[in-house]
């Protein structure tokens, strides 16, 4: 039997962080406050004094801190990006999270003792591609994409050195990892190059009698009855008139669930879960970490008659959005 | 803040809404400014993110005591505004039971706004700034507090 995977958990300020390492995560993820990371928005992540004050309250429960420095160096500023990377090793961190290949050079040749790992913005969903990296930039950990079935992810595993990093809980969009160009079409910034997505200056929420319109850019991406769920606002999940009808062309507004195949997930050999955002308040990290522990733990306890508890279920499906909770590619019969 | 406790989720009846509307608004302004000051004094907000607030006019209703505060940011000091000239820069809605879930951090806006419990309209990344640098806030313990008690 493999051992536990770790429960990695999202820190988007001090609060979280703290939250996550008390509710039992077993590794903290977080960004510096700059677009060097996916989730560049207003007023969130670390800057210095919280960031040292986070690794050191992680560190004093035996917990690891992993920085995401996951967006792509822009042409004329890539000196930015490596200043964080130095700021990393600096600050002590456990690893650091990068996607861009130049990025992971710069990293593997200035500094060979730190623990790096492939980003999920890297897209490789290959044991080829991780092999690759794992040759050239000696990368540890690789986090697959949200879209390899379970089969898959057991394929990479069966067939690389590298650690496998994999998604259990979040919100889903179309997951075309580090590749995914739609709020750009819509605003002209995309998580690639400012490390946000559909950025808040661009959304509208206009309330009307009755329903709610969603504005990204102008352009009209949902809108909701006053008892409908509301989602984020991304292209990717806007309802739009396709030949006379009105549906969600791309992607309906879903979170991502893995309990049901926990099992299966260890048993695959998984070295750890993540849990998706950073983005969501200290309430959040609490709930979701809490269960993610409990669920973890009653595995390693019961072993074979591992069950999900409703009240698991219940506390995720509260924080979720949309209406549905899915295994996401995990069951696909298709690849 | 104090884990204990949880807020469940109420809903006042209609006719405190309808009486709320008939009463003067101002003193849920002070009561708000006052808190959101007394925070300043303890230095709990970065001073970075709230030079982002400055002469933004916020308006906080709870729709289901029919009250509404009404405030500014000028000059280091947040001020109760008793008449609004304007529409505001950013606007929350919600039932008590809501701002009492989110004070508490039991709840998460973002699950609160998914399941259409808080309504955020105006000024979006104004909003944002504003739901971060509260997360941000490590509150100090204040179990003497008989609000807060489990």
Not at chain 1, 2 to 16: E, F, K, Q, T
Not at chain 1, 30 to 42: E, I
Not at chain 2, 70 to 82: C, K
Request: charged letters at 25%; glycine letters at 8%.
């Amino acid at each position: 039997m493999h051992a536990l995977p770790d429960l990695v958990c999202p820190a988007g300020s001090l609060p979280a962080l703290k939250t996550a390492v008390d509710q039992g995560a077993d590794a903290v993820y977080l960004g510096f406050k700059n677009d060097t990371n996916a989730r560049n928005f207003a007023g969130l992540n670390f800057d210095h004094k919280s960031m040292v004050e986070g690794i050191r309250y992680a560190h004093s429960k035996g917990r690891e801190v992993l920085l995401a420095i996951n967006t792509f160096a822009q042409a004329g500023r890539v000196a930015d990006w490596r200043k964080s990377v130095d700021a990393a090793v600096d600050l002590g961190v456990d690893a650091i999270i990068l996607a861009d290949v130049g990025l992971l050079d710069y990293a593997a040749n200035k500094y060979p003792q730190q623990r790096l790992h492939l980003s999920v913005q890297g897209s490789a969903t290959s044991y080829e591609a991780i092999n690759f990296c794992q040759r050239e930039f000696g990368v540890r950990r690789a986090v697959l994409p949200r879209v390899l079935t379970l089969a898959q992810v057991e394929h990479v595993i069966k067939n690389t050195d590298v650690e496998i990093e994999v998604f259990g809980f979040g919100s889903l969009c179309v997951m075309n990892e580090g590749r995914c160009w739609l709020s750009s079409y819509a605003c002209g910034e995309s998580p690639n190059t400012v490390g946000a997505c559909s950025p808040a200056k661009y959304v509208k929420w206009d309330k009307q009698p009755g329903q709610m319109e969603t504005r990204l850019n102008g352009i009209l991406i949902d809108r909701f009855g006053d008892d409908e769920p509301a989602g984020y606002p991304t292209l990717c999940k806007g309802r739009f008139d396709v030949q006379g009808e009105t549906y969600y062309a791309l992607e309906e507004p879903t979170s991502l669930n893995v309990l049901e195949i926990l099992p299966d997930i260890l048993k695959i050999g998984v070295r750890a879960i993540k849990i998706e955002g950073r983005q969501r308040s200290p309430a959040y990290v609490a709930q979701v970490t809490r269960t993610l522990r409990a669920a973890l733990d009653s595995l390693r306890d019961s072993g074979e008659r591992y069950h999900v508890k409703p009240s698991w279920q219940a506390e995720l499906a509260k924080v979720s959005e949309g209406n549905q909770a899915t295994l996401g590619a995990y069951n696909r019969p298709w690849r | 803040m104090n884990q204990k406790m949880t807020i469940p989720r109420f809903r006042l009846p209609q006719f405190v809404a309808s009486l709320g509307q008939k009463l003067p608004q101002w003193p849920h302004s002070l009561v708000l400014t006052g808190a959101l000051n007394a925070a300043l004094k303890l230095k709990l907000l970065p001073e970075s993110e709230l030079a982002l607030l400055e002469d933004k006019l916020f308006r906080v209703r709870v729709l289901d005591t029919g009250g509404e505060a009404l405030y500014t940011f000028r000059s280091g000091l947040f001020r109760p505004v008793f008449q609004a000239t304007r529409e505001p820069d950013l606007a929350f809605a919600a039932n008590l039971s809501a701002y009492l879930q989110l004070l508490t951090r039991q709840e998460d806006p973002d699950t609160l706004f998914f399941n259409r419990e808080l309504e955020i309209t105006g000024d979006t990344e104004l909003g944002l700034i504003v739901k971060n640098m509260l997360d941000a806030v490590e509150w100090p313990n204040l179990p003497q507090l008989p609000l807060l008690r489990g």
